[in-house]
């Protein structure tokens, strides 16, 4: 990609920005018959509360934010329980990434592919040893980039929010 694509921790004066990408990811995601994203979740207060954690960040294409995700260390009450099993990992610690959209007119540029790699490097960096990822079952376009960016399917888990299904990946970097 010619383009330049970083990532970046989000601050409250992407808040807006932020929503309108979520909004327009919903709303596709919702005509897909993708039921991930419910009308409340995630909204500006699980967006707001990644940025007091230093947990949100943007990813900016050329110095426009055109996508966010959460990058969460764990332990992810998500994440306690498995219908498989995760990989093992060196030392038992992760990061899980979640609320991760890309802003629908800019899909297909390979912003999302990239940005796991970003992700990746920046978990290395902070020492970490594991990424985690859900999706649901319909997410397919999910699915085929967290299988691009390398990441193995190890089972479902359960949302405790609402105990709906998700599909469960991880990988374990060296």
């Given at each position: 990609?010619?383009?330049?694509?970083?990532?970046?921790?989000?601050?409250?004066?992407?808040?807006?920005?932020?929503?309108?990408?979520?909004?327009?990811?919903?709303?596709?995601?919702?005509?897909?018959?993708?039921?991930?994203?419910?009308?409340?979740?995630?909204?500006?207060?699980?967006?707001?509360?990644?940025?007091?954690?230093?947990?949100?960040?943007?990813?900016?294409?050329?110095?426009?934010?055109?996508?966010?995700y959460a990058l969460v260390a764990?332990?992810?009450?998500?994440?306690?329980?498995?219908?498989?099993?995760?990989?093992?990992?060196?030392?038992?610690?992760?990061?899980?990434?979640?609320?991760?959209?890309?802003?629908?007119?800019?899909?297909?540029?390979?912003?999302?592919?990239?940005?796991?790699?970003?992700?990746?490097?920046?978990?290395?960096?902070?020492?970490?040893?594991?990424?985690?990822?859900?999706?649901?079952?319909?997410?397919?376009?999910?699915?085929?980039?967290?299988?691009?960016?390398?990441?193995?399917?190890?089972g479902i888990v359960y949302m405790?929010?609402?105990?709906?299904?998700?599909?469960?990946?991880?990988?374990?970097?060296l």
């Amino acid at each position: 990609m010619d383009k330049e694509i970083i990532t970046r921790q989000a601050t409250t004066a992407d808040i807006t920005r932020i929503l309108e990408i979520v909004a327009g990811a919903r709303q596709k995601m919702h005509a897909q018959g993708n039921p991930q994203w419910g009308q409340a979740y995630p909204g500006r207060v699980d967006f707001l509360t990644d940025i007091e954690r230093h947990q949100g960040y943007v990813i900016e294409l050329d110095g426009e934010v055109v996508g966010v995700y959460a990058l969460v260390a764990g332990p992810d009450i998500n994440y306690d329980k498995i219908e498989g099993a995760w990989l093992p990992a060196s030392d038992g610690q992760y990061f899980a990434i979640h609320r991760i959209a890309v802003d629908v007119h800019k899909q297909g540029l390979g912003l999302a592919t990239h940005t796991m790699h970003l992700i990746e490097t920046m978990v290395q960096t902070i020492s970490g040893h594991e990424m985690r990822i859900d999706t649901h079952e319909v997410n397919v376009p999910m699915q085929k980039v967290i299988k691009k960016a390398g990441f193995t399917y190890n089972g479902i888990v359960y949302m405790v929010a609402d105990g709906t299904p998700r599909l469960a990946y991880s990988k374990i970097l060296l």
